[in-house]
């Protein structure tokens, strides 16, 4: 019988009704003993990291999380991680980035608390536990939710509070939980770079763009002496004029600009020529996220900065190294 190690940080699927609302209470250990049949087909070591919404989680908490499973890796067939809905995407691809391990990590949630009528968190975990105990699924980083184990790169949560809520776009799941147990559409691995990172050091802000936007919050990050900026830009990666003068500030003062678009789907592409088009920008000196929300982008660029390589920093957003393209 395969051996998984469960590390719980809180979330919704611990969570419970309180006068304030609800909140996180009960304990990986409690867990087990309310749903001891979703436990049963594997071995589990389990430990109660954190007790937190995922929406309060910091970055120093993914660095503790990514030094536990590294701890255990060695003596456990796989690893699943309890966790909210609300950032667990960003977590697991923080851990697909920065893992060298030769296990499978599988986080997961639930969209309904665990006093509710009908919670979805037991049959989630029972599948995460599946995932990462099953012999196909061997490393990388993903997220198992209703009924569904998806790639840690491309998933997105695509709805607030449906137990429905994950999807990976284009790129489509790696395996549907079925009767006869997990149907893989294609191999389980990680469609990330790898950047051991063991700490990050790097301080890196997400900017919104939309009709009109003015630099302001730009010049306000390069004030507080950020190392990166994320632009969520329009289309392919445009910006108006603005916050393209400042992200030539930004440049000048040798903070790293990465361009994001907020399109669901696509890439950004030095395309368009004006002031604040992709190729204007890509001319100042910018990097471009490929199809990376600005989410996942100010992930990978707080690791990559935090490995203090230039050479890496380029090299991690150069998606024309990648045959395909779209795993850098």
Same mark, same amino acid.
């Given at each position: 019988? %395969?051996?998984?190690?469960?590390?719980?940080?809180?979330?919704?699927i +611990?969570?419970?009704?309180?006068?304030?609302?609800?909140?996180?209470?009960?304990?990986?250990q409690?867990?087990?003993?309310?749903?001891?049949?979703?436990?049963?087909?594997v071995?589990?070591?389990l !430990?109660? /990291?954190?007790?937190?919404p995922?929406?309060?989680?910091?970055?120093?908490?993914?660095?503790? /999380?990514?030094d536990?499973?590294?701890a255990v890796?060695?003596?456990?067939?796989?690893?699943?991680?309890?966790?909210?809905?609300?950032?667990?995407?960003e977590?697991?691809?923080?851990? $697909?980035?920065?893992?060298? +391990?030769?296990?499978p990590?599988?986080?997961?949630?639930?969209?309904r608390p665990? $006093?509710s009528?009908?919670?979805?968190?037991?049959?989630?975990?029972?599948?995460?536990?599946?995932a990462?105990?099953?012999?196909?699924?061997?490393?990388?980083?993903y997220?198992f939710?209703?009924?569904?184990l998806?790639?840690?790169?491309?998933?997105?949560?695509?709805?607030?509070?449906?137990?429905?809520a994950?999807?990976?776009?284009?790129?489509?799941p790696?395996?549907?939980?079925?009767p006869?147990?997990?149907w893989?559409?294609?191999?389980? !691995?990680?469609?990330s770079? #790898?950047?051991?990172?063991?700490?990050?050091?790097a301080?890196?802000?997400?900017?919104p763009?939309? #009709? $009109?936007?003015?630099?302001?919050?730009?010049?306000?990050?390069i004030?507080?002496?950020?190392?990166?900026?994320v632009?969520?830009?329009?289309?392919?990666?445009?910006v108006p004029?603005?916050?393209?003068?400042?992200i030539?500030?930004?440049?000048?003062?040798?903070?790293?600009?990465?361009?994001?678009?907020?399109c669901?789907n696509?890439?950004?592409?030095?395309v368009? &020529?004006?002031? &604040?088009?992709?190729a204007? /920008?890509?001319?100042?000196?910018v990097?471009?996220?490929?199809?990376l929300?600005a989410?996942?982008?100010?992930?990978?660029?707080l690791v990559?900065?935090s490995?203090?390589?230039?050479? #890496?920093?380029?090299?991690?957003?150069?998606a %024309?190294?990648?045959? &395909?393209?779209?795993?850098a």
């Amino acid at each position: 019988m %395969s051996t998984v190690y469960v590390i719980a940080t809180g979330g919704t699927i +611990v969570s419970t009704s309180s006068d304030t609302g609800t909140v996180p209470t009960e304990s990986v250990q409690e867990l087990v003993q309310a749903y001891p049949e979703t436990f049963e087909h594997v071995e589990i070591e389990l !430990e109660q /990291l954190t007790q937190a919404p995922s929406s309060e989680l910091t970055i120093d908490d993914l660095v503790t /999380l990514s030094d536990r499973v590294r701890a255990v890796a060695d003596d456990i067939d796989g690893v699943v991680v309890l966790h909210g809905t609300d950032t667990i995407e960003e977590t697991a691809y923080y851990l $697909d980035l920065v893992l060298d +391990v030769d296990v499978p990590v599988v986080l997961t949630g639930a969209q309904r608390p665990y $006093d509710s009528r009908s919670p979805d968190g037991p049959a989630n975990i029972h599948g995460a536990l599946a995932a990462a105990s099953h012999d196909h699924v061997r490393t990388g980083a993903y997220v198992f939710f209703n009924d569904r184990l998806h790639a840690a790169r491309p998933v997105t949560k695509e709805h607030s509070s449906n137990p429905d809520a994950y999807g990976s776009g284009n790129y489509g799941p790696v395996a549907d939980r079925t009767p006869n147990g997990l149907w893989f559409y294609r191999r389980p !691995e990680s469609l990330s770079v #790898t950047l051991p990172t063991r700490d990050i050091t790097a301080t890196v802000e997400v900017v919104p763009t939309s #009709t $009109d936007t003015d630099g302001r919050q730009i010049s306000h990050a390069i004030d507080r002496g950020v190392d990166g900026i994320v632009v969520d830009a329009l289309g392919l990666g445009n910006v108006p004029t603005n916050v393209a003068d400042a992200i030539g500030d930004a440049v000048d003062n040798d903070v790293v600009v990465v361009i994001a678009t907020r399109c669901r789907n696509g890439v950004v592409s030095p395309v368009y &020529g004006s002031k &604040g088009g992709g190729a204007a /920008l890509e001319e100042e000196g910018v990097l471009f996220a490929s199809n990376l929300p600005a989410h996942k982008a100010r992930i990978k660029l707080l690791v990559a900065l935090s490995q203090q390589s230039d050479e #890496t920093i380029g090299e991690a957003f150069d998606a %024309s190294q990648i045959d &395909g393209h779209g795993y850098a």
